[in-house]
């Protein structure tokens, strides 16, 4: 009687062939991180934290106001050496 190869059934099947089993572990790595990134996203657009327009509102109105003073707390010194600078130029 001669022997046929006939394929064995485990409980788990797979479609690829058996010298490609790698490839089987790529996909379900790759379909794992689809699954977490795309849960991270998700979750990433509930969350409400973080900075509303307010509060930038209020940032830019420091920044504002840092800037200003420094204006006016240097434009003496600043306005003497521009003065230097071209006192020097013929």
């Given at each position: 009687?001669?022997?046929?190869?006939?394929?064995?059934?485990?409980?788990?099947?797979?479609?690829?062939?058996?010298?490609?089993?790698?490839?089987?572990?790529?996909?379900?790595?790759?379909?794992?991180?689809?699954?977490?990134?795309t849960?991270?996203?998700?979750?990433?657009?509930?969350?409400?934290?973080?900075?509303?327009?307010?509060?930038?509102?209020?940032?830019?109105?420091?920044?504002?106001?840092?800037?200003?003073?420094?204006?006016?707390?240097?434009?003496?010194?600043?306005?003497s050496?521009?003065?230097?600078?071209?006192?020097?130029?013929?």
């Amino acid at each position: 009687m001669e022997r046929t190869n006939r394929p064995t059934f485990t409980t788990e099947q797979s479609a690829l062939p058996v010298n490609a089993k790698g490839g089987e572990l790529v996909l379900k790595l790759f379909a794992f991180t689809q699954v977490f990134a795309t849960d991270v996203a998700d979750a990433l657009s509930r969350r409400e934290e973080g900075q509303t327009m307010a509060e930038y509102g209020v940032v830019l109105a420091v920044i504002t106001l840092a800037v200003l003073a420094a204006i006016t707390l240097l434009s003496d010194n600043v306005r003497s050496a521009i003065e230097s600078v071209a006192n020097i130029l013929p």
